[in-house]
């Protein structure tokens, strides 16, 4: 019989969601992946889309990068940092994810967006939800708004303005390593 150690740190790896140059959604994805690397209940990754180097004139599982796969396969969560491009995501990232079938069946997936205008990438979010589900993850209920990128992030250093953040991303991390579903069910139970 099959046997889970649920004692372990779950391993959630962050994607950094565009190529982009000068993206601010890279500060976005350091401020989530140091929360990350601060808990003792997840262990995680950096993944840049950037760095996986697939081909133009294919598609799908027949361009697969092998590291890519692999962590892909190791994972038991995905926290996808994202930029809104045009009220969407970005075509490389869907191209990234598409190369990948059985690696995400069942596992969770939380998606945290990045605008420059005030919504923090929630249009993002909503085109993303549906082609995470085809590809079997299952998508939490929480996600965290980055919005106002441009000022949020200092240019320089990349610390980031509001303090709020931290509080947000933790909140969605907890429901991620599922170690608060007592608190988010409970407005639901007192109401009976
Ligand atoms: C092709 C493209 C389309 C964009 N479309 C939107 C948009 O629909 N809504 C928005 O708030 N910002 C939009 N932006 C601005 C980005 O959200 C902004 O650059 C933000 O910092 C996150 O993206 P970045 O990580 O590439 O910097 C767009 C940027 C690009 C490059």
Redesign the pocket.
């Known amino acids: 019989m099959d046997t889970q150690d649920f004692t372990r740190p779950i391993f959630a790896p962050v994607i950094m969601g565009?190529s982009?140059q000068?993206?601010?959604?890279?500060y976005?994805a350091h401020f989530v992946f140091d929360r990350v690397s601060k808990r003792s209940d997840l262990r995680t990754d950096f993944i840049d889309i950037r760095n996986i180097r697939l081909s133009i004139d294919d598609a799908g599982e027949a361009i697969k990068d092998s590291g890519f796969s692999a962590t892909v396969a190791k994972a038991d969560a995905l926290i996808l940092v994202v930029?809104?491009?045009?009220?969407?995501f970005?075509g490389l990232l869907k191209h990234v994810l598409d190369t990948n079938l059985k690696e995400y069946i069942h596992k969770a997936a939380g998606v945290c967006g990045?605008?420059?205008?005030?919504?923090g990438?929630v249009?993002?979010i909503q085109s993303l939800l549906p082609v995470l589900r085809e590809l079997g993850l299952v998508t939490i209920f929480s996600d965290v708004y980055f919005?106002n990128?441009?000022k949020l992030f200092d240019p320089a250093t990349g610390a980031i303005a509001d303090p709020a953040s931290t509080g947000r991303v933790d909140k969605f991390l907890n429901e991620l390593a599922r170690r608060d579903l007592g608190n988010i069910f409970e407005p639901m139970a007192s109401t009976r």
């Open positions: 565009t982009r000068g993206r601010a959604s890279e976005a930029p809104e491009y045009n009220h969407s970005p990045v605008s420059a205008g005030p919504f990438g249009r993002m919005g990128a441009g």
